[in-house]
């Protein structure tokens, strides 16, 4: 039971083949392989430094990697070669979205006009890339006002609404961290990859966070790719794990198969930093919680 | 309750009797100051010797400004502000509401723009309306263009542009030399120079696209001189520094403003003057203004002028919503620079003469000024930056009466930077946003509120 393999059936909408990625002489990813399967949320997880925002980049085209290659397949069958894309075709044409470890809002425009931004493609074409807009086509109208539609439909699945009007930058901290999600949402993505999005937040929020990712992934079935560092979190609502440690991959499984991995369990036990012990911690609760599925 | 009353008493004769003791040291400390460098000065008599002139009148002038500038701030100025500070502190939760005037601003400054010439007329006759309506009128409107074209391209896009002259110059050529050569209207010549500017937008977009900040300004300022220089050099086409002169007149309607039978005035039958082309000017460079500020509100609210905004706040989140950050700098700069070179034919067929002189660096930066000083994206605020630059620069040359103070040497023009550099200072720290630092949001849920300055960006080029 412990080498779950039920998931080698299911269809991947990412694989990721012997990825690669050197700084100078630092090699951050070494011939990493994973898949991430449609409708899952996946989890990548690993200690800091261990190259998780950096797959990432790769991922989503602020990287080019020094080797390997990255497949995106649609619903439709369409396939996407992703390290050859630049970035902002990679959400345009490929359908991946991304959230940033460090938020980045439109501190200035209100949380409303945050995704109407993201939805820019399809608006610069219902505008007839802006000539017919200017000229007042009913086209625009119609559009934009579906546009603010949609914003309102995330924004309710955020709890946002209340807030819609006010500047982004005026958010706590949480709220600006489901607003991220809700805007990549809004670029209508088949593949959405969290960077760390639960770092940070309250308890409160957390579980606010837990309900939006289940809401997206029951209502519109996009997959998820996040990075986490809270094993707890990950092992509530993932489906499937990958660990990172330097740069190379140690576990691969669904999530009772990676807290009961010795190697897993011996890289969080091996970071050498000021985290260690928030991590021994964090083994001690995975250890507590397995001892309670035991019974 | 004798007491409290007596209390408040004492407190403000305190007040009086510390500002006067303030003054009295303000005073003895500029004496101290002052009595030798203004007080007595060294000078060369005929016969090559030293003499020493006494100038107690000034030094006393000097001591009384300390003096009583002194008791002022602290008899009234301060405790005044102190009021003002708690009344602020106070009123912090009240909802402000809005004057009718401060509502319908942008129509009332309409209307009043299209009521200035007759109003002008009426009150100082035909002749006496040139220099209102021109020097003040029409120059401050085309700053008012340049600035709000500027706008889309630092304001809106967050792309710091130095050399935003350089379109200007690139429309006041292309009608001058497209006029003189080949004869074609002016009607025709505005589009096309708004056309070719844009073009020019974009050859410069290109090579700075990958540039941020300081090293964009920079290559934009090179890009303005590199222009200047060929306007300079290419003496065949340009004439060079001796400039295109008798450019043809605008006409309205194919009607001449000029003296011949079937002109303007004639037609009208009205005695000939140039003012009437001066109103008619006016007219034409408010709409064109108009033009500006309208397609720019449109913009704001299309996808392109979201996303220019979104670019200024942060460029990494653009492109990771799928936007293609290369073209939507590209027509931020290509449609800035239009309206400037719209500005720039404007500007060739009201001077009739274009020279490289006109389009100095100088020039890039006054506009810009307008643009922080007004409040980087705002409309309202950039058009009265501009008439208190271009006004008071134009209102300085008035100012006869200075000389009575100064003495006759004094030139107000002179100090024209001086004083304008002084009130940049000033207006930066009154309000370091500019005149109107709030942003309206282009679409709302349920109320549409300003957005205040803090919030939004600078833009990082
Ligand atoms: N742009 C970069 N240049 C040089 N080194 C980098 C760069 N980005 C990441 N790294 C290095 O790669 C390693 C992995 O970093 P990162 O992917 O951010 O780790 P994680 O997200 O797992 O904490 C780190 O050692 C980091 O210093
Ligand atoms: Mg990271």
């Not at chain 2, 401060?102 to 006759?125: C, D, E, Q, T, W």
Request: glycine share 10%.
């Amino acid at each position: 039971m412990a080498l779950e393999t039920t998931t080698m059936k299911k269809d991947p909408i990412l694989s990721v083949e012997h990825l690669s990625m050197r700084f100078g002489g630092l090699m951050a990813i070494n011939d990493f392989s994973f898949e991430a399967y449609r409708g899952d949320i996946t989890a990548l997880i690993g200690p800091n430094g261990a190259g998780k925002t950096t797959v990432f980049n790769c991922i989503t085209g602020f990287y080019k990697p020094t080797m390997g290659m990255i497949t995106m397949k649609q619903k439709s069958g369409k396939e996407y070669l992703l390290e050859r894309l630049p970035d902002f075709e990679i959400t345009k044409h490929a359908k991946v979205a991304r959230t940033f470890q460090n938020i980045r809002m439109f501190s200035g425009l209100t949380v409303l006009e945050n995704l109407l931004v993201a939805q820019h493609n399809k608006l610069m074409q219902a505008s007839g890339y802006t000539v017919l807009g200017l000229l007042g086509f009913p086209a625009y109208k119609q559009a934009s006002k579906e546009s603010i539609e949609l914003a309102r439909h995330w924004l309710e699945k955020a709890s946002l609404v209340d807030r819609a009007d006010d500047p982004a930058g005026d958010l706590p901290y949480g709220a600006q961290r489901r607003l991220e999600i809700a805007r990549a949402m809004c670029t209508g993505p088949e593949l959405l990859c969290l960077d760390e999005p639960a770092a940070g937040l309250n308890p409160r929020e957390s579980l606010a966070l837990n309900e939006l990712l289940r809401g997206i992934r029951a209502e519109t079935g996009t997959s998820i790719l996040l990075i986490e560092h809270d094993m707890s979190v990950v092992m509530e609502i993932s489906d499937h794990v990958v660990v990172l440690e330097y740069g190379q991959k140690i576990s691969d499984g669904n999530p009772d198969f990676v807290k009961n991995d010795p190697r897993v369990i011996a890289a969080y036990l091996g970071v050498e930093d000021e985290e260690v012990e928030e991590v021994i911690e964090q083994i001690e609760e995975i250890e507590g919680g397995q001892g309670g599925s035991k019974k | 309750m004798a007491n409290i009353a007596s209390t408040s008493a004492s407190a403000g004769s305190d007040l009086t009797a510390r500002a006067l003791r303030e003054a009295v040291f303000a005073g003895l400390i500029s004496l101290g100051l002052f009595v030798l460098f203004v007080g007595l000065k060294t000078d060369q008599n005929i016969r090559n010797e030293l003499v020493l002139n006494q100038r107690w009148g000034l030094l006393a002038i000097f001591v009384i400004v300390a003096a009583v500038g002194r008791f002022l701030m602290v008899a009234y100025i301060q405790p005044a502000m102190a009021r003002r500070k708690a009344a602020k502190a106070e009123a912090e939760d009240v909802v402000k509401e809005e004057t009718f005037f401060k509502r319908n601003f942008s129509k009332i400054a309409i209307a009043a723009l299209i009521l200035y010439p007759p109003v002008i007329v009426a009150l100082v006759g035909v002749q006496g309306s040139l220099k209102w309506v021109d020097n003040f009128g029409v120059q401050i409107l085309i700053y008012v263009m340049l600035a709000w074209g500027l706008n889309i391209v630092v304001g809106l896009a967050g792309l710091l542009d130095l050399g935003y002259v350089a379109f200007y110059a690139v429309g006041a050529y292309s009608y001058a030399l497209l006029s003189t050569y080949f004869g074609l209207s002016f009607w025709i010549l505005l589009p096309v120079a708004g056309i070719l500017a844009a073009f020019w937008g974009m050859i410069l977009g290109f090579p700075v696209l990958r540039l941020r900040g300081d090293y964009l300004a920079i290559v934009t300022l090179a890009f303005g001189e590199i222009i200047r220089l060929v306007l300079i050099n290419w003496t065949e086409v340009t004439k060079g520094t001796f400039g295109v002169s008798g450019i043809a007149k605008a006409t309205l309607f194919g009607i001449k403003f000029d003296a011949s039978k079937d002109g303007f005035a004639a037609l009208m039958g009205l005695p000939m003057s140039s003012a009437y082309y001066k109103i008619f000017l006016f007219y034409l460079i408010l709409a064109l203004a108009l033009l500006t500020a309208y397609v720019t509100i449109r913009l704001r609210r299309m996808p392109i002028g979201r996303a220019w905004e979104a670019l200024r706040e942060d460029e990494i989140a653009c492109r990771s919503l799928g936007i293609n950050t290369v073209t939507t700098k590209l027509t931020a700069f290509a449609t800035g620079a239009m309206f400037g070179g719209i500005a720039g034919s404007f500007f060739a067929v009201r001077q009739g003469f274009v020279s490289p002189e006109s389009f100095v660096f100088l020039e890039s930066a006054v506009i810009l000024a307008i643009v922080v000083l007004g409040g980087m994206g705002s409309l309202t605020g950039i058009a009265i930056a501009a008439v208190a630059m271009i006004g008071g620069t134009e209102i300085l040359r008035e100012l006869s009466f200075l000389k009575a103070v100064f003495g006759p040497d004094f030139t107000p023009e002179l100090y024209r930077m001086l004083i304008f550099g002084l009130a940049m200072v000033v207006v930066m720290v009154w309000k370091p946003r500019g005149f109107v630092g709030s942003r309206e949001p282009t679409a709302f849920l349920r109320e549409r509120k300003a957005i205040s300055g803090s919030f939004t960006k600078e833009g990082h080029g």
